[in-house]
Nanobody
């Protein structure tokens, strides 16, 4: 089973930037699409964006133009670059294998954006 470890979260002022990392164990990572999700306080978990095994990305409209997703298959890591952060981006951010293998959730990393 693939283990995922998210990191890079923290406290940042509005307008700032953070780069989240998701390190995966296991050999299937490079052949699997990955998703970044977030769950804000009192909100349902939502998809932020995804990246195919080949590097094609889809980004949610709510963060398009501010967030980008990339991956380094050699390092078994997927990244979420977040710029121009807003208080409403405050959430726990998770990564997950999405296709063809649907993986389990990692522990998440907290992002808090102060106004």
């Amino acid at each position: 089973q693939v283990q995922l470890v998210e990191s890079g979260g923290g406290l940042v002022q509005a307008g700032g930037s953070l780069r989240l990392s998701c390190a995966a164990s296991g050999s299937i990572f490079s052949r699997n699409a990955m998703g970044w999700y977030r769950q804000g306080p009192g909100k349902q978990r939502e998809l932020v964006g995804s990246i195919s095994s080949g590097g094609n990305t889809n980004i949610a409209d709510s963060v398009k133009g501010r967030f980008t997703i990339s991956r380094d298959n050699a390092a078994n890591t997927v990244y979420l670059e977040m710029n121009s952060l807003k208080p409403e981006d405050t959430a726990v951010y998770y990564c997950r294998l999405t296709w063809p293998v649907l993986g389990s959730w990692g522990q998440g990393t907290q992002v808090t954006v102060s106004s």
